[in-house]
């Protein structure tokens, strides 16, 4: 999953990000609110960390833009302000949650993995396709009742089938959402990527080729 991270605080920008990228998440960061406001309309994010106070444009026109050009993903907002107004202007532009600063890391990927359960559709801590689960709140995979062990970018794709069950997922959305901003695979990474996963599980049957078309994960996956 792929986040888009706002903040013109370069160190505690650099600190949320880090703190994504541990946890398994892919972060893009913007410092100004003109750029960020390009970004998260010519790239593909599932969700953003969005600081209200930012140059040349605020956070709240920065997330006016968002919802008017058709992005709906969740958005955290970030302020240094408790103020109850704040908190509506907020909500009224269409954020998901707020965070008041100074925080902990740890709420950061909290109310991330919260706000994108939520957007899965699926209020449940654990997701689950068949005998695969995914734990979204440790980020841990259990296949037939053992843990999985994935490497990064495995991780970031069947993560990415998680938050999307039964859905059809192209080799490009799948790219746009486990790379960042500058790394552009060849097309053929996804599928060594897609090979790699389905030796771990012992079957193809779980994440199924769309000829043509892409990926889809199989929500009834025999046992
Ligand atoms: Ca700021």
């Known amino acids: 999953m792929r986040i888009l991270v706002v903040e013109d605080d370069t160190a505690l920008a650099a600190q949320i990000a880090q703190a994504l990228r541990t946890a398994g998440f892919v972060a893009d960061v913007e410092h100004d609110g003109e750029a960020a406001a390009f970004a998260g309309c010519e790239e593909a ?10 140059p040349h444009k605020d956070g709240l026109s920065v997330l006016r833009d968002w919802r008017e ?20 202007a ?4 269409g954020a998901d949650d707020y965070l008041t600063k100074p925080f902990m890391m740890e709420e950061v990927l909290l109310r991330l993995r919260a706000m994108l359960r939520r957007s899965s ?16 709140g440790t980020g841990h995979f259990m296949w037939q009742g053992q843990t999985l062990q994935l490497t990064a970018q495995e991780h970031k794709i069947l ?15 799948l790219s746009e959402h486990v ?14 990527l897609i090979g790699r996963i389905r030796r771990k599980l012992g079957t193809a049957g779980v994440l199924v080729t769309e000829r043509g078309q892409g990926f889809r994960l199989n929500m009834s996956e025999p046992r």
């Open 45 to 54: 994010y599932d969700a953003a960390v969005l600081d209200l106070g930012l």
């Open 69 to 88: 050009a058709g992005h709906h993903w969740p958005v955290l907002v970030l302020t240094a302000r408790n103020r109850w107004s704040d908190k509506v």
């Open 90 to 93: 907020g909500f009224n532009a």
């Open 121 to 136: 559709g699926s209020g449940a801590n654990l997701l689950r396709a068949g005998a695969l689960e995914y734990d979204v």
């Open 159 to 173: 993560a990415y089938f998680m938050h999307h069950p039964g859905q059809l997922i192209t080799r490009t959305t």
């Open 179 to 192: 790379y960042a901003r500058d790394l552009d695979p060849d097309s053929n990474t996804i599928d060594v």
